[in-house]
């Protein structure tokens, strides 16, 4: 993945999508992949923004049971094997469990009702020869297999618990690269620091757009037959691009965060407690009465989320405030206080912006945005060769490609042909059973590498970790650690620099390695890359620092 200005100025493409999120990444393997040419243009990093804020879980969308609302369900279960099958090294099973309160619609019997239906809508989820990848059925348990699964679970009212097999991503920022490295291997050409100023427009037709590039501010043309705007939370800046004022009515949005803890508070079972706080008032981030908070392990750390609560500022102002960090550590002790947590056992956050449909008037609520949204602005507005596409979750980005690039074809005028992209696996996914491929590759020991860095290489490269081979070949040094206590090595820099377009020791620490995903990954770590990096790109000793200087910032939390 090389970042080629000239290609994207000197090329007509069919489609340039604004944007690598998610839904951008997988716009452009979906469109790659049925034969059209693309260009993608990303103003920051490559998932630097919400893909990279997500809670990790690929949801088979349970709660939508409540709002029977089963299309939705389905879409996401299927979703769930699709990435399963064409990410097989980094989308896992999640077991999780609930506790369960009385007799009513929180009691034991509703769920049980609950799990039958999961697993109705989800009767082919096993549909995939991996044992590694079988779900069981969902069921209820006794209120003390409950106490055993959740240490010091609230006791009042306990009548059992319900539990269910979900899915995770092992490592987001990864799979977004995955995407964005097969649609390369297909021909696409994808920059990032390249964000986009302006359109291009002749008559009512948008024929591409201007865009800078962030290191040099030279401006240039991208010129495609069809723009796709995948710009996430910047949806409304983006759009107003065209004519200077946001769309009428505009996408609003709402601020969602989570909590990374640096130990695990419950092994192996994501855990749904009920929150104990009540509303208060619109604009604090604790406002959702009865929320389920979502404990869940990952890596060697929990993830606690989501809170969620309006935003009207502008994405670029986005911010975690150190209030809000407190304020969900004080919601999460009462309704877990057996986990003891306290604010010193927040290693990170993650913080996003999400479409919302609104604020309840009665309750203060977010009422999130159900469904994506895929606009056409020549039926909306009479403006050719633009598209909108508004995501709602990490899980169905995939989905949402291939409806949005169905209508890329239409527009085009191309044929419609059946998209192979949820049978076709992705870049690193060339793996049969997951657990035996480990083993096999761990025995082999390639350039030596212990069978504890095999492990750690197939789980965020998948079979692509072969990848990384040539620089070993390059230089046996690049074997060893960047620091003792982790398991990246060294060529994994050099990979995200040379094979990655990596441009700064932050996309390095935070999305071309694992390193800084789950908290600061500690001084020595950060001078190792940067070296390693400076070297590779000629860095001064003053560009240096503030490489660091820049990562530490990340970790700084606002004090507002
Ligand atoms: C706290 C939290 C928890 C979540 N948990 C889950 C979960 O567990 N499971 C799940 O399925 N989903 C989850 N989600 C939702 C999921 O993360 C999002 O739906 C998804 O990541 C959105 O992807 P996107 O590509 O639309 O947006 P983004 O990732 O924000 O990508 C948009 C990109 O467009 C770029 N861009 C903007 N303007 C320009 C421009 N002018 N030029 C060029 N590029 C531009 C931005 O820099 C950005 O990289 C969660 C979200 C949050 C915030």
């Known amino acids: 993945m090389q970042r080629d200005l000239n290609a994207l100025a000197n090329n007509v493409f069919d489609v340039v999508i604004i944007g690598g999120g998610i839904y951008g990444a997988c716009a452009a393997w979906e469109a790659a992949l049925r034969g059209l040419s693309v260009a993608l243009v990303e103003k920051d990093d490559f998932g630097g923004a919400t893909s990279a804020n997500s809670l990790k879980i690929i949801h088979g969308g349970l709660r939508y049971l409540q709002h029977a609302d089963f299309k939705r369900m389905r879409e996401s279960i299927h979703e769930r094997m699709v990435l399963m099958r064409i990410a097989p090294h980094l989308v896992h099973p999640l077991p999780c469990v609930m506790p369960t309160y009385g007799h009513a619609l929180k009691g034991k019997e509703v769920m049980a009702v609950a799990m039958f239906l999961n697993d109705l809508v989800g009767f082919d989820r096993n549909r995939l020869d991996d044992p590694q990848k079988r779900l069981p059925a969902g069921r209820v348990i006794s209120r003390e297999e409950c106490r055993r699964l959740i240490p010091g679970v609230d006791e009042n009212g306990l009548t059992g618990g319900a539990l269910w097999y979900d899915c995770h991503v092992y490592n987001s920022e990864r799979l977004l690269l995955s995407f964005l490295h097969a649609a390369v291997k297909k021909g696409a050409q994808a920059a990032n620091y390249l964000p986009v100023r302006g359109f291009l427009q002749e008559g009512n037709r948008i024929t591409g757009v201007e865009v800078e590039d962030a290191f040099t501010g030279q401006r240039f043309a991208v010129r495609a037959h069809l723009t796709i705007n995948n710009s996430g939370p910047w949806v409304n800046q983006v759009l107003s691009l065209k004519n200077g004022r946001p769309p009428q009515p505009p996408v609003l949005l709402s ?35 009865s929320r389920l908070l979502f404990l869940r392990p990952w890596r060697h750390v929990s993830l606690i989320g989501t809170t969620h609560v309006a935003y ?76 909108t596409v508004v995501g709602v979750k990490y899980t169905t980005a995939r989905d949402v490609a291939q409806k949005s690039i169905d209508l890329a074809l239409r527009k085009l005028q191309r044929p419609v042909v059946k998209s192979p992209s949820q049978e076709q696996r992705i870049h690193g996914g060339e793996i049969d059973r997951f657990d035996a491929f480990v083993a096999a590759e761990s025995r082999k020991q390639p350039h030596r590498l212990p069978a504890e860095i095999v492990r750690h290489l197939i789980e965020n490269y998948g079979s692509a970790y072969a990848d990384l081979f040539p620089h070993l070949q390059e230089n046996p040094a690049w074997a060893s650690r960047v620091h003792p206590q982790t398991t990246t090595i060294a060529a994994e820099v050099i990979h995200g620099v040379r094979e990655e377009m990596a441009q700064k020791l932050v996309d390095v620490i935070m999305r071309r390695t694992e390193l800084g995903t789950a908290g600061h990954p500690g001084a020595e770590a950060l001078q190792q890359c940067a070296e390693l990096m400076g070297r590779e790109l000629g860095w001064t000793a003053e560009r240096l620092a503030a490489e660091i200087a820049e990562v530490n910032q990340v970790f700084t939390v606002a004090q507002l």
Do not use: C, W
């Open 312 to 387: 009207r500022g502008d994405p670029e102002n986005f911010k975690i405030a150190e209030q809000d960090i407190q304020d969900f550590v004080n919601e999460f002790r009462a309704a877990y206080p057996a986990a003891g947590l306290t604010r010193d056992d927040v290693s990170y956050y993650y913080g996003g912006l999400l479409p919302m449909e609104g604020v309840n008037p009665r309750t203060g609520d977010v009422k999130l945005l159900k469904q994506y949204l895929l606009k056409d602005h020549a039926a909306e507005e009479g403006l050719e060769g633009l598209l």
């Open 255 to 289: 601020k969602a965060m989570n909590l990374v803890i640096r130990r695990q508070l419950v092994p192996n079972y994501a855990v749904g407690v009920p929150s104990k706080f009540e509303f208060k008032d619109a604009d604090a981030i604790l406002n959702k009465g």
